[in-house]
C-alpha cells in the first residue's frame, strides 16, 4: 500500500493569519482606519485551506491541519469552520475564517494596544489643535505614532507659526515651551508637511523645499550681507565692511568703481585701485546686487572663473547692470595658463545672450571641449602679475559720469 501524503500544500496555518494581520498593521491601515472613523472590526481573515479532492486524497495530511488550528492558541480571535466532504469520505468540519470581533480584540492580538492609545490621544491633540493636520497623519500614521513623545510640542510649534509667523519674524523667536531652535531643526522635515496643509497657499512659497522653514513659509531669513573692500578715501577708514543689503541698497558707497569677484582670497589680494571698490560677489550670489539700483551709474567690472558657470554669472550679473565689463575671462588668459586648468565637475549648458561676441567664443569654445573635456581655470589659478595689469588696465580710463565730481549721491 502506497504511504499516505503528510505535506500541506500552502494551505493556511495561525503564523500565516498572524503574519497577514501584522503586515496591515505595518502598512499603516489599521491605524489609518483610526483617523478616517472607518471601522476596525469585526475583522475576517479568510483561510486557504484543502478542497474536497484534497480532502479525500490527503486526509491525514488534513487531519494534521485541523488539528494544528485547534492546538493553537487564538486569544481573542475566533475560528470559524465549514463542512467539507462529499460521498466518498463524508463531511467534515476544517477551518474556513479567523474573526476579530472587535477593534480592541485587533490590538490585543498584535500586541499594540499601549501603541494604539497613544495614537488615540495623537489623533484626538491634531483634531484640537491642527484639523488640518490629520490628513498627514493618516497618510503617515506609523511615523506620527513614532513622534508621539514629542507631538504635543511639534503641534504647538506650526500652530505658533500659524498665527504669528511672518516676514517679520525670525525661526529663533518661535516661544513655545519645552521648544529651542534645535528641536524645531531636528523635527523640521513633518513640521513642514503640517505647514503645507495648515497655511493659505499667498503664506507658502513652493519653489523652497519644505525642509527650509523659513524661505518656504515666510518667516525672516538672515540678512543678506554685501562684503567689500572700498580704496576710495570718501568711504571712510575702514579697510573692509560687510553690510546688510537694504542698508547698501540705502547708503550707497561712494566709490565709482566696482570690481565683482567670486574667489574670497582674490577678493582680499586684489589689487588696490584708487577710487574703486572690490565686492565678494560668491558666483551665483552676484543676484543680490539686483538689490542696488545704484549699482547701474557706476562702472562695473566682474571677473569670475573661467569656466561655464563663470559665464553664467557673468550673464546674471549683466541682467542687473547692462553694461558690465569682465576681465581676464578670455581665450587669450585660457592658454596663456594651461599647466593651472582643472577639470570642471559639472558644466552648465544654458544659453547666455547676454555675453559679448568674445564672451561667446569662449564659453561656446568650452562646451564644445576644443582645449579639452569640461577645462576650467579658477581665478585664483591666475599669475598674480597678469592680476596685477588686467586691473590697472581695465581702470586706467574710467568713463566719467554725470555727478562725478560729487562724493556720495
Not at 518656504?216 to 575702514?238: C, H, M, Q, T, W
Request: with cysteine; glycine share 8%; aromatic share 8%.
Amino acid at each position: 500500500m502506497a504511504a499516505v501524503r503528510r505535506a500541506q500544500p500552502g494551505w493556511t496555518t495561525w503564523p500565516d493569519v498572524r503574519a497577514a494581520l501584522r503586515s496591515r498593521w505595518e502598512k499603516g491601515d489599521l491605524l489609518r482606519a483610526v483617523v478616517t472613523g472607518r471601522p476596525v472590526a469585526p475583522l475576517e481573515l479568510p483561510l486557504r485551506g484543502p478542497s474536497a479532492r484534497e480532502l479525500a486524497d490527503q486526509f491525514g495530511a488534513v487531519q494534521d491541519w485541523v488539528a494544528g488550528w485547534r492546538a493553537a492558541r487564538l486569544g481573542p480571535a475566533r475560528l470559524e469552520t465549514a463542512a467539507l466532504g462529499g460521498r466518498l469520505i463524508g463531511a467534515n468540519q476544517v477551518p474556513r475564517r479567523v474573526v476579530l470581533d472587535s477593534a480592541a480584540d485587533v490590538w490585543t492580538s498584535l500586541g499594540v494596544a499601549a501603541d494604539v492609545a497613544r495614537f488615540d490621544d495623537l489623533v484626538a491633540a491634531t483634531g484640537a489643535e491642527l484639523p488640518a493636520g490629520l490628513g498627514w497623519v493618516a497618510a503617515h500614521p506609523h511615523e506620527a505614532l513614532a513622534l508621539a513623545p514629542e507631538w504635543d510640542r511639534i503641534l504647538s510649534v506650526v500652530g505658533w507659526i500659524l498665527r504669528r509667523g511672518g516676514p517679520a519674524v525670525y525661526l529663533r523667536q518661535v516661544d513655545v515651551p519645552g521648544v529651542d531652535t534645535k528641536f524645531i531643526e531636528h523635527h523640521r522635515t513633518v513640521m513642514g508637511a503640517l505647514l503645507d496643509r495648515v497655511l493659505p497657499a499667498e503664506r507658502i512659497d513652493p519653489t523652497a523645499p519644505a525642509r527650509d522653514l523659513v524661505r518656504r513659509y515666510g518667516l525672516r531669513a538672515k540678512p543678506d550681507l554685501v562684503r567689500f573692500r572700498s580704496f576710495a578715501p570718501e568711504d571712510g577708514p575702514y579697510s573692509e565692511l560687510a553690510v546688510r543689503v537694504e542698508d547698501l541698497a540705502r547708503f550707497p558707497f561712494a566709490a565709482r568703481s566696482v570690481v565683482v569677484v567670486e574667489n574670497e582670497v582674490t577678493y582680499l589680494a586684489f589689487p588696490r585701485v584708487p577710487g574703486a571698490v572690490v565686492v565678494l560677489g560668491g558666483g551665483y550670489a552676484v543676484s543680490r546686487l539686483a538689490a542696488l539700483p545704484w549699482l547701474a551709474d557706476r562702472d562695473v567690472v566682474y571677473w569670475g572663473d573661467l569656466d561655464t558657470h563663470g559665464f553664467r554669472a557673468l550673464d546674471r550679473l549683466r541682467r542687473i547692470v547692462p553694461a558690465v565689463r569682465s576681465i581676464l575671462m578670455d581665450t587669450e588668459t585660457l592658454l596663456a595658463h594651461r599647466p593651472h586648468w582643472s577639470r570642471e565637475p559639472v558644466p552648465t549648458t544654458d544659453h547666455l545672450p547676454l555675453l559679448t561676441p568674445g564672451e561667446q567664443a569662449v564659453y561656446r569654445s568650452l562646451l564644445a571641449g576644443e582645449h579639452g573635456e569640461q577645462v576650467r581655470l579658477e581665478q585664483e589659478r591666475i599669475r598674480f602679475s597678469t592680476v596685477e595689469r588686467a586691473a590697472l588696465t581695465a581702470f586706467r580710463a574710467v568713463p566719467r559720469r554725470c555727478g562725478d565730481e560729487g562724493a556720495r549721491p
